[in-house]
């Protein structure tokens, strides 16, 4: 249905589609590989040598990707350094002991390769498994009468008044080049860290993260439960994080960045989707929601990417089911999916990522600046929410020092029109783009806007500290809306290869603070004219095996 007769601009996505699914089958080998989680410190690492302008090719704002996808970015500035086309320009001061972890980290995928030379007695093993056991104790005091304060990007969890203990072990097995299994229980010591009130959970031990991954030639299909974050934003993005709960998904995508065959000058491509059944809690009972995202990197300072999210279906839904409700939405005008033949809700977006060199009095730092940004729209229509940040990988020459401002807001409308409350929510989903009662994008959720700035300088090999400022609004939109003003610190240290200790402290201050008291539909009461000080502290040791 989706490649008949019609307009043209219908046939040429049908093209565009088919030469893209050609590119993703076009390696020559299977190259299963287990995901790294979400906020692993190679994330980080692998952005900041990209900016830096080490690793000269990295499309990184498609996460989780796999140790093996990592390692090929590794493989690559090792390849530059070895062939002297990295300068000796006082970038290597932060650089040198980035690469040097990352290269221990990712070993065995960096000898598949020939990365890296196999000591005597090293060998390929066609069987690879791994684990890390994490465990993190909390001394929180939420303030203002409050018990509980929502924790940003952090799987649906919440800060919970007192002392208590998160545990969980992540175990991971690959077979060969063609199978990956990743499994990660996890332990709470207050079951209300997951929820209390309307998202009240009874749960001490629950499963974090699992699932199973097959893979043959560059095409990956992942059956099980996770998290994904897909955009550029480093605090949040606008579309989809891991602030809510993690999904039960079937992912279908690219194992890796591939060129379409005979067109190869045009760069590389990086195809994702997913589909998911939402909770029974919410005005469609397991209603589904289905995701795709395109990523475009043509040279190696830019990157672009679309995102669109389809909600449909579920109990009594009077949109159509998978994949009809797909092709309906994917075939149809502007206007013609909410109210219209498909019934559905939708959230579409496009950000890019551009990386600007240094030029003399105009942007002096060492290695350039990282721009980037997110557009997106709700319905296919005028409901707009943007994010912008930038990015400086080191501010002094031979120094550690970083520094990242970003901002959000998905007030745009109701500055520019005075129409509120559509991001994240809908005409016939109540209970909007949300997943037990969290937004599956932007912690700020409707009508917000955030104000993120962060800086980490490395004092040691082995130790780095950090600070954040943090200003927030959130539904802006009602009469009494909440206001955030945040600082924290952080300390981390590597111990050894395996054990990272990390130390962190945070101190909000909220005027009117907000809770989730209906998912069904959805709605957010504020506590008018109370004012919460919060101080809230983590230990969180990581032992790798």
């Known amino acids: ?66 140790r ?36 221990r980290e990712f070993r065995p995928e960096l000898m598949d390769v020939d990365a890296v030379i196999r000591a005597p007695g090293e060998s390929l093993r066609g069987i690879r498994y791994g684990g890390r056991v994490t465990t993190e104790m909390d001394a929180f005091f939420v303030g203002g009468g409050q018990t509980v304060r929502f924790r940003e990007n952090r799987g649906g969890e919440y800060y919970v008044n007192g002392e208590n203990n998160q545990t969980d072990v992540r175990g991971w097995l690959e077979l060969g080049d ?79 960045p591939f060129k379409i065959p005979w067109l190869e000058g045009l760069g590389d491509w990086k195809i994702n989707s997913f589909l998911t059944r939402l909770e029974v809690n919410r005005d469609f009972p397991r209603a589904k929601l289905f995701g795709m995202r395109i990523s475009y990197q043509p040279t190696d ?41 498909c019934q559905t809700n939708e959230q579409g977006m496009v950000d890019f990522l551009a990386r600007i060199p240094r030029v003399p009095y105009l942007v002096p730092f060492p290695a350039g600046v990282q721009l980037y940004g997110e557009f997106g729209l709700e319905d296919r229509v005028d409901h707009p929410a943007a ?36 991001w994240y929510n809908n005409g ?66 590597m111990i050894n290869d395996r054990t990272q200790f990390t130390l962190s402290y945070v101190f909000q201050r909220i005027e009117n603070p907000g809770q989730i008291t209906s998912i069904d539909p959805f709605a957010e009461t504020f506590a008018a004219g109370v004012t919460a000080y919060n101080n809230l502290l983590w230990t969180t040791l990581s032992i790798q095996f």
């Not at 601009?9 to 590119?23: D, I, N, P, Q, T």
């Not at 990417?305 to 409700?325: C, I, K, M, V, Y």
């Not at 970003?406 to 745009?412: K, N, R, V, W």
């Not at 104000?451 to 609004?473: C, H, P, S």
């Open 68 to 103: 093996k996808e990592a390692a090929r970015y590794v493989a690559r500035a090792l390849d530059r350094v070895r062939k002297d086309q990295v300068a000796a320009d006082g970038r290597e001061a932060v650089a040198a002991p980035l690469l040097e972890r990352l290269t």
């Open 301 to 341: 300072w830019f990157e672009i990417a679309a995102t669109r999210l389809t909600q449909f279906g579920g109990r009594n839904s009077p949109s159509q089911q998978f994949p009809n409700a797909i092709w309906c939405n994917y075939s149809q005008t502007q206007g013609q999916n909410q109210g219209g033949k």
């Open 178 to 256: 063609w199978l990956s299994v990743t499994l990660q229980p996890k332990f709470i010591s207050n079951r209300h860290v997951l929820g209390i009130g309307a998202t009240n959970n009874s749960l001490n031990f629950y499963l974090r993260e699992g699932n199973v991954k097959i893979s043959h030639f560059n095409v990956a299909l992942e059956i099980g439960r996770g998290t994904q974050w897909w955009g550029q934003g480093y605090h949040g993005s606008l579309l989809l994080t891991d602030h809510a709960y993690p999904l039960d998904m079937i992912k279908l995508g690219s194992e890796q």
């Open 1 to 66: 249905m989706f490649c008949k007769k019609g307009p043209l601009s219908r046939g040429a996505m049908c093209l565009a589609v088919l030469a893209l699914a050609l590119g993703v089958c076009w390696v020559s080998q299977a190259t299963a590989s287990v995901n790294l989680p979400l906020h692993h410190w190679a994330y980080e690492a692998i952005e900041r040598l990209t900016a830096l302008g080490i690793i000269d090719r990295a499309m990184i704002a498609t996460k989780p990707y796999s």
């Open 387 to 422: 994010l912008a940040g930038i990015y400086i990988p080191q501010v002094f020459p031979g120094d550690s020092l970083d520094f990242r401002f970003e901002f959000a807001d998905t007030d745009l409308e109701r500055q520019l029109t005075g129409g509120a409350n559509t």
């Open 428 to 493: 016939i989903y109540d209970s909007g783009m949300r997943y037990k009662g969290f937004p599956l994008g932007h912690h700020m959720g409707t009508d917000g806007l955030d104000f993120f700035i962060r800086t980490t300088e490395r004092l040691t090999d082995k130790l780095t500290v950090g600070a954040n400022l943090n200003y927030q609004e959130r539904a802006r939109g009602l009469p009494v809306h909440e206001k955030k003003r945040e600082a924290s610190a952080d300390m981390t240290l």
